[in-house]
Each structure stands twice: as C-alpha cells, then as structure tokens.
C-alpha cells in the first residue's frame, strides 16, 4: 500500500505544507519522478527522486493558524497588531482568509505537529525545547557591562521521514511544486500565465485571499506569489 505524504504551505512573513496519510477535500495527489532538480533550480540539491507527494491546495489561513494560537493560548503574537505601522499583524492579514505570515520556522514546526495531533497522526517533528515569543529575535542587549548582538538560539529540530503527519517540503520538493511537477515542467505551463498578476500579488504588503489566482498545473494554488514559505532544507 502506497505511503501516502501530505505537504503543508507555512509562510515566515508564513504558509505551509501538509504531509499526512489520508485524502481530504483540500489536497491534491502529486506524482513523483526521477529528476535532477540542480537542472532547473541551481540552487536545489543533487537528490534525483522526487517522492509521490499528497499537498495542501491552499496555503495556510490566518484564521487556520488562529486556531493553533487558541489552542495554545498563545497570544503574543496578535500583539504585534498593537506596535502600529505598515507590518503588523492586522494590516499583513486582513481578512480570516488571508495567507498566514509573522510565523518562525519553530512555529511553523509546531503548527504541523499540532496539526497531526488534530486529525490523528503522527506528528513529523522531534523538538527538543521552546523559543519564546519575542518581537525581535536579533537584538542588541548588555551581558556582563558589554553589549552584544543576542540571538535567541533555535531549539533542536528533528524529522522523522517515517511519520505520516503534516510537514514542511523539502527544497527540491518546494521547487518540483512550484514548477508544477513533472508535467507542469514538460510543457512549461508558466510561459502561458500573465506574470503582471503574480507580481501584483508577491509584491503587496499584505498576504491575499487564497486560491485568488489561478492554480498551476497540478491544481496547487498561490505557491508562485502571495508570501513565502517556510521549507525543510
């Protein structure tokens, strides 16, 4: 019986993607391949097979990731709303169907794991400790009557490759989507698309509705602009 993986879209600014072992309304199966991602993406590591995926059409909600906050009676990070200006909470998401951002990669970690646990899988990540909330991770403080450049240091993060819960894609993975599998790269599908739309969108200072434009070929929506991801290198 095939493993089935499901990838979730989480955003740093956050979206995810969701592997989980079930098929649902909101996910597409992808079909794997034997391909060289280094040959379409530089940057891309050397691994050639691409897994048979199960992804998320959409990515993660503001008012998804709300829930994990009440859940955990996590609140602080709705005080950034309070701070004012362009970047806070409020004005990045505007709407409960908004692209969720202001996430770290732990967060987006947790949110996968909480997930899981939700709907009744194994959870795909081993963290090892907590990062507390702050609204600056990289600060100048005074330690011992010198100031230094403090950086909260990141909790330990395993995955665990045989757990059928939610997780964040591999680089490969990520681009492999974004190019919209092996199909999508076989009749490169992105030089048909009006890229004015996808820029308008990628440059505003906020995160969109999801599902606003048109999803690639594989039926995954808004993972060529809206915000970026959080992926698992």
């Known amino acids: 019986m ?71 009676q996590y ?27 202001l996430i770290t990669f732990y967060d987006a970690c947790k949110y996968c794991n909480w997930r899981s646990e939700q709907e009744g899988y194994e959870p795909a990540y081993d963290i090892q400790g907590e990062l507390p909330f702050e609204l600056n991770y990289f600060q100048w403080k005074q330690e011992n009557g010198e100031w230094i450049y403090y950086v909260l240091k990141m909790p330990e993060i395993r995955l665990n490759e045989k757990a059928n819960g939610y997780r964040l894609p591999t680089i490969n993975e990520y681009f492999y989507l ?31 509705k999801v599902g606003s434009l048109k999803a690639n070929p594989l039926g995954v929506y808004d993972i060529f602009s809206n915000a970026p991801e959080w992926i698992w290198a």
């Open 178 to 208: 974004l190019l919209g599998g092996q199909e999508g790269i076989d009749n490169k599908w992105w030089e048909e698309i009006d890229i004015t739309k996808y820029e308008f969108f990628a440059n505003s200072h906020f995160t969109n």
């Open 2 to 72: 095939l493993k089935k993986s499901f990838l979730i879209f989480l955003y740093f600014s956050i979206s995810v993607l969701i592997y989980a072992s079930d098929t649902k309304t909101n996910e597409v199966y992808v079909k794997g391949s034997n391909i060289n991602m280094q040959e379409y993406i530089k940057f891309c590591d050397k691994t050639k097979k691409i897994k048979n995926l199960y992804v998320q059409k959409y990515e993660v909600t503001r008012k998804e990731f709300e829930e994990y906050l009440d859940y955990s």
């Open 75 to 101: 609140s602080m990070l709705r005080q950034y709303s309070k701070t004012g200006g362009l970047f806070t909470y409020d004005n990045l998401m505007p709407y409960p169907d908004c692209a969720a951002v």
